[in-house]
């Protein structure tokens, strides 16, 4: 059982930064892979970014990233298993980045690290928005 919660929030002016950081539980977070997720009103789950389980030796030698097109090159994510810790980094926000942002944690197969049918346990969420 992994528990996340999600924190970094807030408001912010379009072309701004805010780094999100998402604590999660348990001794075996490392064997997770690690998704962001956003949801902005009347629209569906997006995929935001994700990094793979350290040491999956089956698919990758190193960690390895996934962004959506809509954020690459200015969303980056990183996790720290001596915290058990996964954070995004958003720089450069635009108004429609503008939800709420979810982190998951799950093993997904190589390739449905963009799919949030592979993750099993999910955060509470934390509000993002940009203003313009």
């Known amino acids: 059982q992994v528990q996340l919660s999600e924190s970094g929030g807030g408001l912010v002016q379009a072309g701004g930064s805010l780094r999100l950081s998402c604590a999660a539980s348990?001794?075996?977070?490392?064997?997770?892979?690690m998704g962001w997720f956003r949801q902005a009103p009347g629209k569906d789950r997006e995929f935001v970014a994700a990094i793979s389980r350290t040491g999956d030796s089956t698919y990758f030698a190193t960690l390895h990233t996934y962004y959506a097109d809509s954020v690459k090159g200015r969303f980056t994510i990183s996790r720290d298993d001596a915290k058990n810790t996964v954070s995004l980094q958003m720089n450069s926000l635009k108004p429609e980045d503008t939800a709420v942002y979810t982190c998951?944690?799950?093993?997904?197969?190589?390739?449905?690290?963009?799919?949030?049918?592979?993750?099993?346990?999910w955060g509470q969420g934390t509000q993002v928005t940009v203003s313009s």
């Open positions: 998951a944690a799950g093993t997904p197969g190589r390739d449905y690290y963009r799919d949030y049918n592979g993750y099993n346990y």
């Open positions: 348990g001794r075996t977070f490392s064997s997770y892979a």
